[in-house]
């Protein structure tokens, strides 16, 4: 399994900016984005199951969006960020192979991961 994120960088609050992760090497599995902020924990962001179910962490619900391009053997997992927010600025990690939950300790039970990919909002 392989897992490549992109499309990080720079944005001011308010604006947006969409991650990616190419994923190869696996059939089918629920996916993940996680995030890290300097001194703080991994936290869940968001979740997509198999048949596109979706689940959010609270703080990002109705400005994030997870969604998942599939074929065959390769999927592309996007995180759509809008209205984003200083409190946004992160590592952003894809993930895939754990359970349909973005609760605090959900990233232990992930089996693979990218490498990450920086986020930051700032003016």
């Known amino acids: 399994v392989h897992l490549v994120e992109s499309g990080g960088g720079l944005a001011q609050p308010g604006e947006s900016l969409r991650l990616s992760c190419a994923a190869s090497g696996f059939s089918s599995a629920v996916m993940a984005w996680f995030r890290q902020a300097p001194g703080k924990e991994r936290e869940g962001v968001a979740v997509i199951d198999t048949d596109g179910s979706t689940r959010y962490a609270d703080s990002v619900k109705g400005r994030f969006t997870i969604s998942k391009d599939k074929d065959n053997a390769k999927a592309t997992l996007y995180l759509q960020m809008n209205n984003m927010k200083p409190e946004d600025t992160a590592m952003y990690y894809c993930?895939?192979?754990?359970?349909?939950?973005?609760?605090?300790?959900?990233?232990?039970?992930?089996?693979?991961w990218g490498q990450g990919t920086q986020v930051t909002v700032s003016t």
């Open positions: 993930a895939a192979g754990g359970p349909f939950e973005v609760v605090r300790g959900s990233d232990k039970f992930f089996q693979h």
